[in-house]
């Protein structure tokens, strides 16, 4: 039995919500293909019934709103290509700041392209003029144009204001500038461009984060004095025009522009890439963004250049490792791992704590192995000549030293923070010192810190606790405290010349890991106590000091430490 009787009013309603639907739904149409679209129209971010949008009479590209792939809360402003199910976006207006939903486009009388927030205050406007412009466009090839009466003279066109990416037909002349956007999900700007030069040159660069200025180049066409324009041409080559009519050939497709869809985007790994998507082939269901047969720019970016500042192309000791296909990643170098797994450019943190180098560590250190692995400016020792056991030992000996390199008889010692690290063959040997054994780092010494604070609370608990109870535990608190009081007397009678060794050591604060060392990992039991067990250790100082060590019970952060022959003193 599925309908029990008191639900007979559910199939009316049901019918009701399908006449709602059926309603509202021509209302809401998602696909329509406006070609001019007038002043006063406005677009808004897309709900779960509709994308609204602007689309080019073949509906081929689409102007409007796009979720974020990670946010789907998030929408960026966008021209993308809109018969593909990728609906990869080929412009954006806000990859800085992308609009929550409920924010809109507003066309407005005054021909401006106005992006405002849900409390209508704005986010991204097209251009500040007005006046002039008739209607907008959305054209089948991709550009988004703010027209005028002239049709040669447009108020504001998207191809005028590129983003990461050139369209077939279109071109960028001298001073303009492509910026690859930070990675493949976030639409901020990133960390290269391709500069097209009023020197006549075409340059890509590596850019720094804070003030957008540009740290060096790592590739360029060569063609000061000559070069006129960059052009997208519709057979499908990227091209830099020089004066002569001659040109310099950048990437090209090999396929028509009238098969396939083509892009040219400079990656967020700093690639300049040609891309061919084929146009009608729906039979192939997996179709996808390939790399045109005339590929792509500065695929060698691992090795291509250095930089004096920064981190190199990678972020600070990571390395750049080419793949295949043209495509390069970022990696951690073994016993470091990234600071942030979604944001690989932002660099790698060693998994342990850094060697000291008030005592001699080095025995808790090991060198990784990695072949073809080198990170060229961070030197700060050279010897040659050198076997790589001697080098070996002096990186392991050294506190500053990070990394050594060994390559035909020559050694270089490396310090932290590694920068431009590459693969790349015949680069030598590059030995990582990592520590033996897993110990965490700083997060753990915050927390740790955080813990000891609330055991010391704990402490003052117990206390006011005690102090404000039975007699029988006042009894004992006196008892303890008069232990107490005796225990410290006997030791200050026993003297000993390393009395003033003793005293550093005893004002010392010693962190969990550097007592799991002192005890070798907790290896040697002396004895147990209702609270805790007591370890012997071995302070690494020099005369080294036997401890004892008390590790409490589910305190394991708070540790007391003693002379080993005062050890029932230990509190
Ligand atoms: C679009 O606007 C232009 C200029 O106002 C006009 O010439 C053209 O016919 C319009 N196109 C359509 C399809 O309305
Ligand atoms: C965009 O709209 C906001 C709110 O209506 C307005 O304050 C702002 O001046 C407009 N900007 C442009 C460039 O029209
Ligand atoms: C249209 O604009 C072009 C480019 O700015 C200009 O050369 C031309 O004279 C304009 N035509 C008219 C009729 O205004
Ligand atoms: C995108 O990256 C920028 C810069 O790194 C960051 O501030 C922003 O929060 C990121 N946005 C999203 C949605 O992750
Ligand atoms: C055109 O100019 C480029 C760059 O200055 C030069 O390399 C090339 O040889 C020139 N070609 C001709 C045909 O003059
Ligand atoms: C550039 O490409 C065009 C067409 O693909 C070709 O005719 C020309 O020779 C190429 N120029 C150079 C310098 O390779
Ligand atoms: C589409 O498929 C046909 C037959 O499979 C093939 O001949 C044609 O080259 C394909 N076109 C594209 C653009 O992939
Ligand atoms: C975004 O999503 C992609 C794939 O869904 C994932 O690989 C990536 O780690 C995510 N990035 C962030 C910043 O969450
Ligand atoms: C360190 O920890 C990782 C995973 O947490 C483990 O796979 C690895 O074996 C550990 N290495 C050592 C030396 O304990």
Redesign the pocket.
């Known amino acids: 039995m599925i309908f029990s009787h008191h639900h007979h009013h559910h199939p009316l309603c049901f019918l009701h919500v399908v006449l709602f639907i059926l309603i509202i739904s021509p209302l809401t149409s998602t696909a329509q293909t406006h070609t001019n679209i007038s002043l006063g129209s406005s677009l808004s971010t897309p709900t779960t019934k509709t994308t609204p949008s602007w689309t080019s009479p073949s509906g081929d590209f689409a102007f409007g709103f796009r979720p974020l792939p990670n946010d789907t809360t998030l929408f960026i402003l966008a021209i993308y290509v809109n018969n593909i199910p990728e609906k990869t976006i080929v412009w954006s207006a806000n990859g800085d700041n992308p609009a929550q939903t409920g924010s809109k486009v507003t066309l407005t009388r005054e021909g401006r392209l106005n992006l405002t927030n849900p409390s209508g205050q704005e986010i991204w406007a097209s251009h500040e003029g007005g006046g002039a412009v008739t209607h907008a466009a959305m054209l089948d090839n991709g550009n988004f144009v703010l027209a005028t009466a002239n049709s040669s003279n447009n108020a504001w066109e998207s191809f005028n204001q590129p983003t990461d990416t050139i369209l077939p037909s279109q071109e960028l002349g001298l001073g303009s500038a492509l910026l690859a956007r930070i990675t493949e999900t976030n639409y901020s700007s990133g960390r290269f461009t391709l500069r097209v030069q009023t020197d006549g040159n075409l340059v890509l660069y590596y850019i720094d984060q804070i003030t957008k200025n540009i740290y060096g180049a790592y590739w360029a066409s060569n063609t000061v004095g000559s070069g006129v324009k960059l052009v997208f041409d519709v057979s499908g080559s990227v091209y830099f025009a020089l004066k002569n009519n001659t040109a310099f050939n950048v990437t090209k497709s090999g396929v028509s522009a009238k098969d396939y869809y083509q892009r040219a985007t400079l990656d967020p790994d700093g690639v300049f890439r040609q891309y061919i998507y084929p146009k009608t082939n729906k039979s192939t269901l997996n179709n996808a963004w390939s790399l045109g047969a005339g590929g792509s720019v500065a695929s060698d970016i691992c090795t291509a250049s250095l930089f004096r500042s920064g981190s190199g192309v990678c972020g600070f000791n990571s390395y750049c490792k080419p793949e295949t296909n043209q495509n390069m990643a970022c990696v951690c170098p073994k016993g470091y791992s990234f600071l942030d797994e979604n944001l690989k450019y932002k660099g790698c943190k060693p ?1 342990f704590t850094a060697q000291s180098c008030d005592v001699n560590e080095g025995q808790m250190y090991q060198l990784e192995e990695m072949l073809d692995v080198d990170w060229p400016l961070a030197d700060y020792e050279h010897y040659d000549p050198m076997d790589e056991d001697q080098c070996r030992s002096l990186c392991l000996e050294d506190c500053f030293c990070a990394v050594a390199i060994f390559r035909q008889g020559s050694c270089w010692k490396k310090k932290l923070p590694l920068s431009n690290g590459r693969e790349q063959i015949g680069v030598g040997r590059a030995l990582i010192k990592v520590s ?3 110990f965490t780092s700083t997060p753990s010494l915050l927390t740790e810190s955080n813990r000891i604070h609330k055991n010391q609370q704990a402490l003052i608990i117990i206390v006011s606790v005690l102090l404000g109870s039975s007699t029988f535990l006042n009894i004992f608190l006196i008892l303890a405290i008069l232990m107490l009081l005796l225990c410290l007397r006997n030791k200050n009678t026993m003297k000993s010349r390393q009395e003033s060794s003793m005293l550093e050591v005893n004002l010392r604060s010693f962190t969990y890991k550097e007592l799991e060392e002192a005890t070798d990992k907790f290896k040697e039991e002396l004895g147990r106590g209702a609270f805790g067990t007591v370890y012997k250790g071995i302070l690494n100082s020099s005369p080294a000091i036997q401890v004892a060590v008390k590790k409490l019970d589910r305190m394991e952060e708070e540790v007391g430490v003693g002379k080993i022959q005062n050890k029932s003193c230990n509190l």
């Open positions: 998994d033996i054994g897993n």
